[in-house]
């Protein structure tokens, strides 16, 4: 009787035992696809944050540069255009708008980009990401 009472704890064992197998596999994969999407996602919002800021330094200096004493407006909109060139691609330099303005009672310089948002690495639809440098007139 004890013998028979082994074997079948045995064949419970092995039975258990083989109905487990390949699921590390399959759990590995499932939490590994998961972990890549969350880190993919991770990254592209950080190049997302990275590209709108380097578009509103870009704005905001060149508005600087064109509010210098001998500078014009064109001198802030190819400033400008020269910072985006020179820091992330061509293709969000395209819409560049510089025009002056009246911020509380201060004459003001405004330099706007209309970029592509970048949604899939670096491309994605356009004139989404709106971003405004201003800076201070000289009298």
Not at 32 to 50: C, K
Not at 75 to 93: K, M, Q, V
């Amino acid at each position: 009787m004890k013998v028979i009472v082994e074997r079948l704890r045995n064949r419970l064992k092995d039975s258990s035992h083989s109905k487990e197998t390949g699921a590390a596999v399959v759990d590995f994969v499932m939490v590994g696809g998961l972990l890549t999407v969350i880190f993919m996602s991770i990254i592209q919002l950080m190049l997302v944050l990275h590209v709108r800021n380097t578009l509103i330094d870009a704005a905001a200096s060149g508005a600087r540069f064109g509010t210098l004493a001998d500078r014009t407006p064109a001198d802030a909109e190819a400033r400008t255009e020269t910072l985006i060139r020179g820091s992330i691609s061509g293709s969000f330099a395209q819409d560049i708008t510089v025009a002056q303005d009246n911020a509380f009672g201060v004459p003001t310089l405004n330099v706007t980009v209309r970029a592509p948002l970048p949604v899939l690495g670096l491309f994605g639809p356009s004139n989404v990401l709106v971003v405004t440098g201003h800076a201070a007139l000289q009298n």
